[in-house]
């Protein structure tokens, strides 16, 4: 776990160093500046041959055998960018998708894969690695981001970027930090205490660099406590570069940098330059560099910090080029492990899923669920072959860039292809009268329902929008065998749920979606996924009922809004680090649905926890008549007296019908501690452990005697 793998990054850094020193003067502005081979402005900008339509390029600098830097994004594939490069790519299943399948070994064949496609089309930096934890389910990147919880999130982002790097390219970690809403996201300023930072958002950052040693960090575009997180000392030269003593580079995000001093808090690197108001790590760099001392060692720094990224991804010795080979039938192959993985199970009553083969009529409704899955929306987008199956724009302007965009993989056709002699129907959903009367006709009624999310525009509620929800009580008044599959980027609210027998929630599920969801409502596969946010019973219960700005600021799309005379913050030490679920357990609202939770089609017991220094072990038993995963999630319940619940160490597993098997689980010390203001510090006392079904539902508990201690550094 945390902590254990040597640092890439430091093996590398003696190298950068002595490149440095061979340094021109004119040569040490390349690195820091970089732009987007994309005619943003419409101004007829030309650039260099070798640059790839995407989101970044940096020239080489060949004198010094040091490759360009070719970058795009994102986490769940290469982006389309509405179809510039005229390429297509594999999508994963969103981030929450990934998260919800709790296996990091997936989540770093995942990275894998999408690192290999970047790769295959000349690309030697991948924008990926999003790892905000979600503060607020309504957030419009909560598809891109892994889940509430700082060591579910670290974890898998480490493992993806462990993935995506094993290519021979560098991965990003972002946004450092606090990406937690959309609105107004460049100008909304994040409150918090160090401490709740530290034990929450930051340590999810934490350690998904240590165990995946990202080449650079994605600063991102909102305010932290006043300073913008792109020119904040406090994050980048403090916590980021001190205090985790991280050897790579610091990228701003595009658009996300207001002045040259940024380099003095720590920032490496201006991306997006054309983005910003003026190129500022440039010639102003360099000018500054050449007056003044603190500039010049910073310079140097910079470019070291690059360059280590680099070597110790081997950029320059395994370059990248276009036309690489592609696997496309592969990779579509571990995107839908992935997604069927991920999707979970959260209502079965009376066993109405699996479904039976001897199901004789099967009225499918909503959803676009005849062309194909939803996807979210923004830098992240990818677009299959032939494109999407459906495109609903956001507004008038008919522009793909933030769009409703299906990927063709029809859930309609991949049930049918499994309905055997079921007469199956389909309708669209618009008009309900008409859903209504298909529905009570047929023996089982299966409706598809979205919720479609984009970068830079947060859910104003976590309502299924267009009239949804009112699709589905009608539905299910009619036929009571209703199976809801929910297409969400996030959590959202279920005033029918009462009212139908089942609920798959299978989120976006990538390039294969449409066979994966039927392979788990016909029973090839056994739904394992597990929440990896809580499912709130209303908006009332989060701690900002309601999302500061979305009453007054304008979004234009991407959160373009302009940076108005009015500031705009969110508390953040509301909740502190008691983000998600710990925030339930704390104020004892009763959530929908709780984190971790999620279903099977067998049973499981979990019997005899023990609890030793560190590690936890626990005897898993599939208890029922099929073969299944279970995740092991360990809880820390008390602490020296005081209530807790914190997500302390999980474990996914396999087992055969009546097998069991006993698993270890290491536990992250500082899960057990509270950030002192210079280190972690567990207090002496009785620390009570539990393994729960999920945050709620805890099995089989242990308790030990610990005594105190304090530390600083990873893991002791
Ligand atoms: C997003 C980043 C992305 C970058 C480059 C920004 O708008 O916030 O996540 O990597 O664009 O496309």
């Not at 005229?86 to 998260?99: V, Y």
């Not at 929306?377 to 677009?383: L, Y």
């Not at 139908?500 to 976006?508: D, R, S, T």
């Amino acid at each position: 776990m945390a902590g254990q793998s040597a640092d890439p990054l430091a093996a590398a850094e003696q190298r950068a160093a002595a490149t440095v020193r061979q340094m021109r003067p004119d040569e040490k502005t390349i690195l820091t500046h970089s732009v987007m081979p994309i005619d943003v402005h419409k101004t007829g900008a030309k650039f260099p041959e070798d640059a790839i339509f995407g989101a970044g390029y940096t020239p080489s600098i060949s004198r010094l055998g040091v490759p360009a830097l070719k970058e795009t994004d994102a986490s769940l594939g290469v982006a389309y960018l509405e179809g510039g490069r005229k390429d297509w790519a594999t999508a994963l299943p969103s981030a929450i998708a990934q998260a919800a399948t709790w296996n990091p070994a997936l989540v770093m064949r995942g990275g894998a894969m999408i690192g290999g496609e970047a790769r295959a089309k000349g690309f030697n930096v991948l924008l990926a690695g999003g790892v905000n934890l979600v503060r607020d389910p309504r957030g419009g990147r909560t598809f891109e981001y892994f889940s509430e919880d700082p060591l579910l999130s670290g974890v898998l982002a480490g493992a993806a970027i462990t993935g995506v790097q094993s290519n021979h390219i560098i991965s990003t970690i972002k946004h450092l930090a606090l990406n937690g809403q959309e609105t107004g996201r460049k100008f909304v300023d994040m409150r918090i205490s160090d401490a709740a930072a530290r034990e929450s958002d930051l340590l999810a950052f934490q350690i998904g660099i240590e165990q995946g040693h990202p080449g650079a960090v994605m600063c991102a575009y909102n305010r932290v406590n006043g300073h913008y997180a792109c020119d904040s000392d406090y994050l980048l030269n403090r916590v980021l570069k001190h205090d985790w003593s991280y050897k790579g580079f610091v990228m701003s995000d595009w658009g996300a940098v207001h002045g040259v001093g940024a380099a003095l808090n720590g920032l490496d690197r201006q991306s997006g330059e054309q983005l910003d108001p003026d190129v500022y790590f440039d010639s102003r760099l360099a000018a500054k560099a050449a007056a003044d001392p603190a500039y010049a060692a910073r310079l140097d720094d910079m470019n070291k910090r690059v360059l280590t990224a680099i070597y110790a991804n081997g950029l320059d010795k395994f370059p990248a080029s276009p036309g690489g080979a592609i696997d496309f039938a592969g990779n579509a192959e571990l995107s839908a492990e992935v997604a069927r993985q991920g999707i979970v199970l959260l209502k079965n009553d009376g066993r109405i899923l699996p479904l039976a083969a001897t199901a004789k009529s099967i009225a499918v409704i909503g959803g676009y669920a005849d062309g194909g899955v939803l996807s979210g929306a923004g830098s992240s987008q990818v677009q299959g072959k032939d494109g999407p199956a459906v495109v609903r724009p956001k507004n008038g302007s008919g522009s793909q860039f933030i769009s409703e965009q299906y990927h063709r993989s029809s859930p309609l056709a991949a049930i049918k292809a499994r309905a055997g002699n079921a007469t199956v129907t389909f309708r669209d959903g618009r008009y309900i009268a008409d859903a209504v009367q298909r529905a009570r006709q047929a023996e089982v009624a299966i409706v598809f329902a979205t919720q479609w999310m984009a970068e830079g525009i947060d859910v104003p509620d976590l309502s299924l929008p267009y009239g949804q929800d009112e699709l589905i009580a009608a539905v299910a008044a009619a036929n009571p065998r209703t199976i809801v599959v929910l297409e969400t980027g996030s959590a959202v609210k279920m005033p029918w749920l009462d009212k139908v027998a089942g609920v798959v929630e299978a989120w976006y599920p990538g390039a294969r979606g449409g066979e994966a969801i039927a392979a788990v409502l016909f029973g090839e596969a056994n739904p394992s996924g597990r929440l990896p946010i809580t499912f709130p019973a209303s908006e009332a219960q989060l701690p900002r009922p309601h999302l500061d700005g979305s009453d007054w600021v304008e979004s234009a799309g991407l959160g373009e809004a302009k940076v108005p005379e009015r500031q705009l913050s969110a508390d953040y030490d509301i909740e502190g680090s008691d983000v998600g679920y710990r925030w339930f357990s704390r104020t004892g609202a009763r959530p929908l649905f709780p984190f971790g939770y999620g279903l099977s089609y067998t049973s499981f017991e979990a019997r005899n926890l023990k609890i030793s220094g560190f590690n936890a072990s626990v005897t898993i038993r599939n208890t029922g008549a099929r073969a299944g995963d279970e995740v092991a999630q360990l809880y820390l319940l008390d602490r020296a007296g005081a209530h807790k619940r914190r997500l302390v160490g999980f474990s996914r597993i396999s087992l055969e019908p009546g097998v069991e098997k006993r698993i270890s689980i290491r536990i992250d010390p500082r899960l057990l501690a509270d950030w002192n203001g210079s280190g972690w510090q567990m207090p002496a006392g009785a620390y009570e452990f539990a393994i729960g079904k999920d945050a709620e539902t805890m099995v089989t508990r242990a308790s030990i005697r610990l005594p105190a201690r304090t530390w600083s550094g990873p893991a002791q």
